[in-house]
């Protein structure tokens, strides 16, 4: 076994909410690896462990033994305690309800143009073997928030809630006289809660939760990845062989294709 690794990152309080509709824009990224984090997301090329089964499948046909992967993802903005402690004060405001949405949109004025973030993963099972990977995780919640003024100040709220069961394959063309062309597909069943609206300053003095459980729309899917990954033959002699011990590979994955 090549791998047991358990990554816990910043562990942060979550309050959930209402609000008025809007469209998120932000790409959400349905599952992500320490060593992928660390590379700033280039990593299509380069998968070759079991997080190969939702980067680039194709990196499946490079893993040489077993590799287990048990995780416990925990990370945030630490400045989200702030902006939820600041809410929560300014809802608690005395007075009227006037009082309070005063007091709310001041809150909010204070952190206009700020992004805000958390992601909980529950514990999630990766096992990959040379060829193939299968993966659990019963829990993937992220949570995108930016303060902004559209009519009135406001937060845009963003919460996806992912179940996922994947498996993937992945394998090389043989006879490839340029190298080492491998392919590889990933099989996603999917469950997804999701909620993408702004909470404005009139809503969040009423109710300082932003999203509410039933509050998520949800739904299942099917989908998959198709992946390629090439590297190329360089020759020995000459000033190739200066690549011989960094050879380059070109990976291609596309994704959501069902």
Do not use: C
Not at 74 to 92: E, H, R, Y
Not at 207 to 236: C, K, M, Q, R
């Amino acid at each position: 076994m090549k791998m047991l690794s358990l990554f816990v990152f910043t562990i942060l309080n979550v309050q959930f909410s209402y609000a008025a509709e809007s469209v998120g824009t932000a790409i959400h990224h349905h599952y992500q690896a320490p060593r992928a984090m660390g590379m700033g997301g280039a990593f299509v090329a380069v998968a070759n462990d079991y997080s190969a089964l939702f980067y680039n499948p194709a990196g499946l046909d490079r893993i040489d033994e077993n590799d287990l992967n048990l995780s416990l993802d925990l990370a945030g903005t630490p400045a989200i305690s702030d902006l939820l402690k600041d809410i929560d004060v300014a809802q608690n405001t005395p007075g009227s309800d006037s009082d309070k949405q005063s007091a709310m949109a001041a809150v909010l004025e204070s952190h206009y143009g700020e992004s805000f973030g958390v992601r909980v993963g529950a514990p999630q099972a990766i096992w990959a073997r040379p060829g193939w990977a299968i993966g659990i995780i019963p829990m993937d919640l992220t949570m995108d928030l930016s303060v902004h003024s559209s009519v009135g100040p406001a937060v845009q709220t963003t919460v996806y809630a992912d179940t996922t069961v994947a498996y993937g394959y992945g394998s090389h063309i043989k006879g490839f006289d340029y190298g080492v062309l491998s392919w590889g597909i990933t099989g996603k069943a999917v469950h997804r809660g999701f909620f993408s609206q702004n909470v404005n300053f009139i809503e969040l003095a009423a109710d300082p939760n932003l999203v509410n459980e039933d509050d998520l729309s949800d739904g299942y899917t099917v989908d998959a990845d198709i992946g390629f990954l090439w590297t190329p033959w360089i020759p020995e002699e000459g000033i190739f062989s200066l690549l011989d011990y960094a050879r380059p590979s070109f990976g291609l994955v596309i994704r959501n294709v069902a």
